[in-house]
């Protein structure tokens, strides 16, 4: 057990050992019904516990604050999945990186180079690679503050609340790039009126621990405090054979402080402060399949790297990395101010939040035989190249860091007015980063053993003498080095208004609401790129001599020194929606949305501009990193139904939409090399499909549901630069036909000692297509569909003393074991095809103690 768990079992037994004279409080009383008014989140009520409820007699109201005021579930024209803690808690949904097969439409994958950063699509919509320079298109929301960044978000948050996946564009409210859907965080807030705690124990296999305690002190009748404290440590499920630490293993700190002062009747002060700590290691990528298809540079020493890697379509428990396996880390923290002012017509509200995050990634996509004779590393190498290279020293280990620090401030106005017939929230919003990617200094990337069959090519590079000599006794190495320093400077305006009127007609069954935000963004990027290839003459273990590979050979990109980027943005995104109650428990709604996503500067270009001719394809693209890319905008109608039966047993939630995408952001991969790609808009797509919900009382103690969406989404239109539409080579690569959720919530008896209860879920995630990019590539990166087998056996409301209860569970994830891969690559020199896999099955138990509720 690590110092910091340590340190937070040791904190929780002093306090729990200092409670014994607080004062007791009663349980929540059941919701009945639920007054929905333009309340700030932190003024939503959580729904009662399981206790309170009358056997399941009734679906409990969930409120959300999806449009950025408390209403209920069925109340808010939008598809969303809305999670409180206690389905948090049965879903073991512990962060943003949990939600992919828990929302049907939703795909969240880990970066190839950093398990941390999420690449997360809605509907299709996402980002396919993760730069600095560019902005997601699913944006994430902490308490109403905007994360601009993926890197560092698969991480523990320290005390959620409440998280909502809203699903489609969110251009007005949500008005950050968030072309594809949004994500709504909301942590708890302190509560004056009593001291709570609660204090969680995790233990599972492969050295699962996690330690969890919050703990609410009420200072006076209107101020109080909140502290939760997070520790977790967990092992993966691929050893290293190899050198340094194994693959997958994770140790991290969360730590969240909430203040809360009621200043008088009108005025409520929040602060919040988040911190987390991550340390981790990446997983290796497993090859799949041999190389086939054209690798560029990579085919001199392809059939060496084919020798010393390990391949397998079934997931291995162990690799080997060559090099030593290096940790990665992630730092982020956040502070946030949050003021509401309650008038007499009106709410004002302020939110104000600093974020800072800083994340080091290590990645090492080596063939997992072990042998340092093919790398692609960034650790310590030590050659005759090297030291040519380094100005006569070996170059170094080499962890490159991507940090970000960001300002944001909103205001708001919201309220009801004309005798509640008219509802309205608008807004300016303004938003500030700087950040960039320090890859510095120059170091390893890649270097393997040639060919004999291709050294002719090479040894003809040397002196005649030399080649003649070594012709026969020694084989050439090529090895290649990057230095590189990136930097982002951007700015965002905002001002927005949504409203919403009720006329008298129809009973006050009808709603019209409009939407409008009108935006402006400022981008800035510098990008400082040396990228060199040598070729290295060894005799056996000694490294003799080194010479530049002549760029002519490998298609070497421009030199970055300074290279500044900028452009300006500006965008008017309306939304309007037709509500209407067919029943008191029934609403239909139809919905018109757009949202725009930033243009920006694409890093992996290895041109500087238009006038750096053509590239090592031999094809003029007519532009570079300096010219970028320009915003890309969807628009989408949304037809839905949100309903109540059977006196709010069954609840039955529907809606189908259409979507246009136009100007999308297309990634042209140059063809010979493995990362460079060109950046533009030569994109049109549709996408439409039918999300569905549903939950079943059909016995007392018994909940029965399902949630499943269909997605049919299509690239109509990608002009490439000859002019020819090439849309069959750019699929979305991340929108499956066919997704969903089946869960089954069983009361199997209430004795007097607390609640025995089960839940069962299975999730399901379709057919991936992948990248494809061209036609010898199709299907290299596809990922098949798997459905996952989640039980939670739950022995609940355990009475401890006058004002404690236990909850004991017992938990599994992917009962059956289940093969399932997370994501795939094509462009390793060693692999067509190589992939990451999904978690194996696991099981764990769950102690959770609560005081004082």
């Given at each position: 057990?690590?110092?910091?768990?340590?340190?937070?079992?040791?904190?929780?037994?002093?306090?729990?050992?200092?409670?014994?004279?607080?004062?007791?409080?009663?349980?929540?009383?059941?919701?009945?019904?639920?007054?929905?008014?333009?309340?700030?989140?932190?003024?939503?009520?959580?729904?009662?516990?399981?206790?309170?409820?009358?056997?399941?007699?009734?679906?409990?109201?969930v409120i959300v604050t999806a449009q950025r005021t408390a209403t209920t579930l069925?109340?808010?024209?939008?598809?969303?999945?809305?999670?409180?803690?206690?389905?948090?808690?049965?879903?073991?949904?512990?962060?943003?990186?949990?939600?992919?097969?828990?929302?049907?439409?939703?795909?969240?994958?880990?970066?190839?180079?950093?398990?941390?950063?999420?690449?997360?699509?809605?509907?299709?919509?996402?980002?396919?690679?993760?730069?600095?320079?560019?902005?997601?298109?699913?944006?994430?929301?902490?308490?109403?503050?905007?994360?601009?960044?993926?890197?560092?978000?698969?991480?523990?948050?320290?005390?959620?609340?409440?998280?909502?996946?809203?699903?489609?564009?969110?251009?007005?409210?949500?008005?950050?790039?968030?072309?594809?859907?949004?994500?709504?965080?909301?942590?708890?807030?302190p509560d004056p009126t009593m001291f709570t705690m609660d204090h969680r124990v995790?233990?599972?296999?492969?050295?699962?621990?996690?330690?969890?305690?919050?703990?609410?002190?009420?200072?006076?009748?209107?101020?109080?405090?909140?502290?939760?404290?997070?520790?977790?440590?967990?092992?993966?499920?691929?050893?290293?054979?190899?050198?340094?630490?194994d693959f997958g293993d994770r140790e991290a700190l969360g730590l969240r402080f909430?203040?809360?002062?009621?200043?008088?009747?009108?005025?409520?002060?929040?602060?919040?402060?988040?911190?987390?700590?991550?340390?981790?290691?990446?997983?290796?990528?497993?090859?799949?399949?041999?190389?086939?298809?054209?690798?560029?540079?990579?085919?001199?020493?392809?059939?060496?790297?084919?020798?010393?890697?390990?391949?397998?379509?079934?997931?291995?428990?162990?690799?080997?990395?060559?090099?030593?396996?290096?940790?990665?880390?992630?730092?982020?923290?956040?502070?946030?101010?949050?003021?509401?002012?309650?008038?007499?017509?009106?709410?004002?509200?302020?939110?104000?939040?600093?974020?800072?995050?800083?994340?080091?990634?290590?990645?090492?996509?080596?063939?997992?035989?072990?042998?340092?004779?093919?790398?692609?590393?960034?650790?310590?190498?030590?050659?005759?190249?090297?030291?040519?290279?380094?100005?006569?020293?070996?170059?170094?280990?080499?962890?490159?860091?991507?940090?970000?620090?960001?300002?944001?401030?909103?205001?708001?106005?919201?309220?009801?007015?004309?005798?509640?017939?008219?509802?309205?929230?608008?807004?300016?919003?303004?938003?500030?980063?700087?950040?960039?990617?320090?890859?510095?200094?120059?170091?390893?990337?890649?270097?393997?053993?040639?060919?004999?069959?291709?050294?002719?090519?090479?040894?003809?590079?040397?002196?005649?003498?030399?080649?003649?000599?070594?012709?026969?006794?020694?084989?050439?190495?090529?090895?290649?080095?990057?230095?590189?320093?990136?930097?982002?400077?951007?700015?965002?305006?905002?001002?927005?208004?949504?409203?919403?009127?009720?006329?008298?007609?129809?009973?006050?069954?009808?709603?019209?609401?409009?939407?409008?935000?009108?935006?402006?963004?400022?981008?800035?990027?510098?990008?400082?790129?040396?990228?060199?290839?040598?070729?290295?003459?060894?005799?056996?273990?000694?490294?003799?001599?080194?010479?530049?590979?002549?760029?002519?050979?490998?298609?070497?990109?421009?030199?970055?020194?300074?290279?500044?980027?900028?452009?300006?943005?500006?965008?008017?995104?309306?939304?309007?929606?037709?509500?209407?109650?067919?029943?008191?428990?029934?609403?239909?709604?139809?919905?018109?949305?757009?949202?725009?996503?930033?243009?920006?500067?694409?890093?992996?270009?290895?041109?500087?501009?238009?006038?750096?001719?053509?590239?090592?394809?031999?094809?003029?693209?007519?532009?570079?990193?300096?010219?970028?890319?320009?915003?890309?905008?969807?628009?989408?109608?949304?037809?839905?139904?949100?309903?109540?039966?059977?006196?709010?047993?069954?609840?039955?939630?529907?809606?189908?939409?259409?979507?246009?995408?136009?100007?999308?952001?297309?990634?042209?991969?140059?063809?010979?090399?493995?990362?460079?790609?060109?950046?533009?808009?030569?994109?049109?797509?549709?996408?439409?499909?039918?999300?569905?919900?549903?939950?079943?009382?059909?016995?007392?103690?018994?909940?029965?549901?399902?949630?499943?969406?269909?997605?049919?989404?299509?690239?109509?239109?990608?002009?490439?630069?000859?002019?020819?539409?090439?849309?069959?080579?750019?699929?979305?690569?991340?929108?499956?036909?066919?997704?969903?959720?089946?869960?089954?919530?069983?009361?199997?008896?209430?004795?007097?000692?607390?609640?025995?209860?089960?839940?069962?879920?299975?999730?399901?995630?379709?057919?991936?297509?992948?990248?494809?990019?061209?036609?010898?590539?199709?299907?290299?990166?596809?990922?098949?569909?798997?459905?996952?087998?989640?039980?939670?056996?739950?022995?609940?409301?355990?009475?401890?003393?006058?004002?404690?209860?236990?909850?004991?569970?017992?938990?599994?994830?992917?009962?059956?074991?289940?093969?399932?891969?997370?994501?795939?690559?094509?462009?390793?020199?060693?692999?067509?095809?190589?992939?990451?896999?999904?978690?194996?099955?696991?099981?764990?138990?769950?102690?959770?103690?609560?005081?004082?509720?």
């Amino acid at each position: 057990m690590t110092k910091r768990v340590c340190l937070w079992a040791l904190g929780s037994l002093v306090v729990q050992a200092g409670t014994a004279a607080a004062q007791q409080s009663g349980a929540g009383e059941p919701l009945e019904t639920i007054a929905v008014a333009p309340l700030s989140a932190a003024e939503a009520p959580p729904p009662p516990p399981p206790s309170t409820r009358a056997g399941f007699a009734q679906l409990e109201e969930v409120i959300v604050t999806a449009q950025r005021t408390a209403t209920t579930l069925q109340d808010t024209p939008i598809s969303l999945e809305a999670f409180n803690e206690e389905k948090l808690q049965m879903r073991g949904i512990g962060g943003v990186e949990d939600l992919g097969t828990n929302v049907p439409s939703m795909v969240i994958e880990p970066h190839p180079l950093s398990n941390t950063t999420l690449r997360i699509t809605i509907r299709g919509v996402g980002i396919t690679d993760s730069q600095v320079t560019q902005d997601p298109a699913v944006g994430i929301y902490l308490d109403g503050v905007y994360l601009a960044r993926s890197v560092g978000l698969a991480l523990d948050l320290a005390d959620i609340q409440r998280m909502e996946v809203l699903r489609g564009p969110q251009g007005v409210l949500y008005g950050r790039n968030s072309t594809g859907g949004a994500v709504n965080i909301v942590t708890k807030r302190p509560d004056p009126t009593m001291f709570t705690m609660d204090h969680r124990v995790t233990i599972g296999q492969r050295d699962l621990f996690v330690g969890k305690s919050s703990f609410n002190v009420p200072v006076t009748d209107d101020f109080a405090v909140k502290l939760a404290v997070l520790g977790r440590q967990s092992g993966g499920f691929v050893e290293n054979t190899g050198e340094g630490e194994d693959f997958g293993d994770r140790e991290a700190l969360g730590l969240r402080f909430d203040m809360r002062w009621l200043a008088n009747d009108d005025l409520t002060v929040d602060y919040g402060y988040d911190y987390t700590d991550l340390k981790y290691v990446n997983y290796m990528f497993q090859g799949v399949l041999l190389p086939e298809t054209q690798h560029g540079l990579a085919e001199f020493f392809k059939p060496y790297a084919v020798a010393n890697s390990v391949y397998s379509d079934r997931r291995l428990d162990k690799l080997a990395s060559g090099a030593p396996m290096e940790k990665s880390g992630a730092k982020v923290s956040g502070h946030t101010l949050t003021l509401t002012q309650q008038l007499d017509a009106f709410e004002l509200k302020y939110i104000g939040a600093y974020r800072k995050l800083e994340d080091s990634q290590y990645p090492d996509l080596s063939g997992g035989g072990g042998d340092t004779g093919y790398r692609v590393d960034l650790n310590i190498y030590d050659s005759a190249a090297a030291r040519l290279a380094n100005g006569g020293e070996p170059t170094p280990l080499v962890i490159p860091v991507s940090y970000q620090h960001q300002w944001s401030h909103e205001l708001q106005i919201s309220g009801v007015a004309w005798d509640e017939r008219v509802s309205y929230i608008a807004g300016l919003y303004y938003f500030t980063e700087s950040g960039g990617e320090d890859g510095g200094p120059l170091h390893h990337i890649q270097s393997a053993t040639v060919d004999p069959q291709q050294t002719d090519v090479l040894l003809a590079l040397l002196p005649a003498g030399l080649r003649g000599l070594l012709q026969d006794n020694a084989l050439p190495r090529l090895s290649a080095y990057w230095d590189y320093n990136y930097g982002i400077r951007n700015k965002a305006y905002a001002a927005f208004g949504q409203f919403s009127f009720r006329p008298d007609t129809f009973d006050r069954r009808l709603s019209l609401t409009l939407g409008l935000r009108a935006s402006r963004d400022e981008r800035y990027a510098i990008k400082d790129f040396i990228q060199r290839q040598y070729l290295e003459v060894r005799l056996r273990d000694l490294s003799l001599a080194a010479v530049p590979v002549p760029a002519a050979i490998v298609g070497s990109p421009d030199d970055f020194v300074g290279v500044e980027a900028r452009s300006d943005y500006d965008d008017i995104s309306p939304s309007a929606t037709v509500q209407y109650e067919l029943t008191d428990m029934a609403k239909a709604y139809l919905s018109y949305s757009t949202a725009y996503k930033s243009g920006g500067f694409n890093l992996r270009d290895p041109q500087i501009s238009a006038a750096s001719g053509p590239a090592s394809d031999g094809t003029n693209y007519g532009f570079g990193f300096v010219e970028g890319y320009k915003p890309e905008r969807v628009s989408s109608w949304e037809l839905g139904l949100k309903s109540e039966w059977l006196n709010r047993a069954l609840r039955l939630n529907g809606a189908a939409f259409y979507s246009d995408y136009t100007d999308m952001q297309t990634n042209f991969m140059i063809a010979g090399t493995i990362s460079d790609t060109k950046s533009r808009n030569a994109g049109k797509a549709r996408m439409l499909g039918l999300e569905l919900e549903g939950a079943l009382i059909p016995a007392e103690n018994l909940m029965l549901g399902f949630q499943y969406a269909y997605l049919d989404a299509r690239v109509l239109e990608v002009i490439d630069v000859n002019g020819d539409n090439v849309a069959n080579l750019y699929p979305f690569i991340a929108a499956p036909r066919h997704s969903g959720v089946l869960f089954g919530d069983w009361t199997i008896a209430r004795p007097r000692w607390g609640e025995l209860r089960a839940y069962v879920n299975w999730n399901y995630l379709g057919d991936r297509t992948g990248f494809v990019i061209t036609e010898e590539r199709r299907g290299l990166t596809a990922i098949d569909g798997y459905g996952l087998l989640n039980a939670r056996m739950m022995a609940n409301n355990i009475r401890m003393g006058r004002d404690g209860t236990l909850d004991i569970a017992l938990w599994g994830k992917n009962l059956l074991d289940k093969e399932y891969e997370l994501t795939a690559v094509d462009n390793l020199p060693h692999a067509d095809r190589a992939v990451i896999w999904g978690e194996p099955r696991l099981l764990g138990i769950d102690f959770i103690y609560r005081f004082g509720r």
